[in-house]
């Protein structure tokens, strides 16, 4: 569209709203105001809202033809299940399902598959095989993480030996890093109010750089990767190697493994 176009458009626009009557008859609307404000609502959502991730709904298993009842979230993105047969063909569906003649997944038999489907609530899934097999059944969600401290972690012989808070490397990071050690000597980190850019692919890292400010300081000091981030948002509880070595836990570096670079960083105090 033309800029002529578009300043005839936006006059109309603001002619026929000032002839609508109101209040405010006398003044004419911002014609942008509510583009404006459905972005800052998008803004807030996307900001309330995890990068997405697979969570387990439930592990079923059987031998033969079975009819199974899982619970998926109202609010999941996505649902799959993945499945191991042994035997002939196996073969799931959804009742009812909208075309029989279409079913969610099937593969020959021993072999293993993966099928996905949107459908939330309360479903019926059929299983049609010969021999023995197993699904699992996870959804995906964006809701917050919201893990309460391992009970090891309130224990009376337990202590907390450093915290930091996350500050910003090449994205943002806000919330808690705490580093405790459990009665039976074992590490644990918590985050609290935990929150960084959405994105998949994120992981732990346990660092001897004091305070990393770049990704190239981050990739350059000693480190151990040994957990993927649960969540982007939300407090959760992460359990250290065996081996792990509290003096040499410096910082908590969260790593983006697909471009490469230090999200965020807390440096343990």
Same mark, same amino acid.
């Given at each position: 569209?033309?800029?002529?176009?578009?300043?005839?458009?936006?006059?109309?626009?603001? $002619? $026929?709203?000032?002839?609508?009557?109101?209040?405010?008859?006398?003044?004419?609307?911002?014609?942008?105001?509510?583009?404006? %404000?459905?972005? %800052?609502?998008?803004?807030? /959502?996307?900001?309330?809202?995890?990068?997405?991730?697979?969570?387990?709904?439930?592990?079923?298993?059987?031998?033969?033809?079975?009819?199974?009842?899982?619970?998926?979230?109202?609010?999941?993105?996505?649902?799959?299940? +993945?499945? +191991?047969?042994?035997?002939? +063909?196996?073969?799931?569906? %959804?009742?009812?399902?909208?075309?029989?003649?279409?079913?969610?997944?099937?593969?020959?038999?021993?072999?293993?598959?993966? $099928?996905?489907?949107?459908?939330?609530?309360?479903?019926?899934?059929?299983?049609?095989?010969?021999?023995?097999?197993?699904?699992?059944?996870?959804?995906?969600?964006?809701?917050?993480? $919201?893990?309460?401290?391992?009970?090891?972690? @309130?224990? @009376?012989?337990?202590?907390?030996?450093?915290?930091?808070?996350?500050?910003?490397?090449? /994205?943002?990071?806000?919330?808690?890093?705490?580093?405790?050690?459990?009665?039976?000597?074992?590490?644990?980190?918590?985050?609290?109010?935990?929150?960084?850019?959405?994105?998949?692919?994120?992981?732990?890292?346990?660092?001897?750089?004091?305070?990393?400010?770049?990704? @190239? %300081?981050?990739? /350059?000091?000693?480190?151990?990767?040994?957990?993927?981030? @649960?969540?982007?948002?939300?407090?959760?509880?992460?359990?250290?190697?065996?081996?792990?070595?509290?003096?040499?836990? /410096?910082?908590?570096?969260?790593?983006?493994?697909?471009?490469?670079?230090?999200?965020?960083?807390?440096?343990?105090?």
């Amino acid at each position: 569209m033309s800029a002529r176009a578009v300043t005839a458009v936006l006059a109309t626009a603001m $002619a $026929a709203a000032a002839g609508c009557g109101g209040e405010d008859a006398g003044e004419a609307p911002d014609p942008f105001t509510a583009v404006e %404000q459905n972005e %800052q609502a998008n803004s807030a /959502r996307v900001r309330s809202e995890a990068a997405p991730r697979w969570e387990s709904v439930t592990t079923l298993r059987g031998s033969g033809d079975a009819t199974k009842t899982v619970r998926i979230d109202p609010d999941a993105v996505q649902w799959r299940v +993945r499945w +191991r047969c042994s035997k002939g +063909r196996f073969q799931v569906s %959804q009742k009812p399902a909208p075309d029989e003649g279409n079913p969610l997944g099937s593969g020959r038999c021993p072999g293993e598959g993966e $099928a996905e489907a949107i459908d939330t609530g309360e479903l019926e899934l059929a299983v049609q095989t010969e021999g023995r097999w197993r699904a699992v059944v996870q959804e995906q969600v964006t809701d917050p993480v $919201a893990e309460p401290p391992l009970p090891a972690m @309130k224990a @009376k012989d337990a202590k907390v030996l450093a915290k930091g808070r996350f500050y910003d490397v090449e /994205r943002r990071g806000r919330g808690t890093a705490a580093l405790h050690e459990l009665p039976n000597g074992r590490l644990a980190l918590r985050f609290e109010d935990f929150s960084t850019s959405n994105n998949t692919d994120l992981f732990v890292w346990l660092s001897e750089a004091a305070r990393p400010r770049t990704t @190239k %300081q981050a990739l /350059r000091s000693d480190h151990q990767e040994f957990a993927l981030l @649960k969540a982007t948002l939300g407090s959760q509880n992460y359990l250290l190697p065996k081996d792990a070595d509290a003096d040499s836990i /410096r910082s908590i570096v969260i790593w983006c493994e697909p471009i490469r670079i230090a999200y965020t960083a807390a440096a343990l105090r």
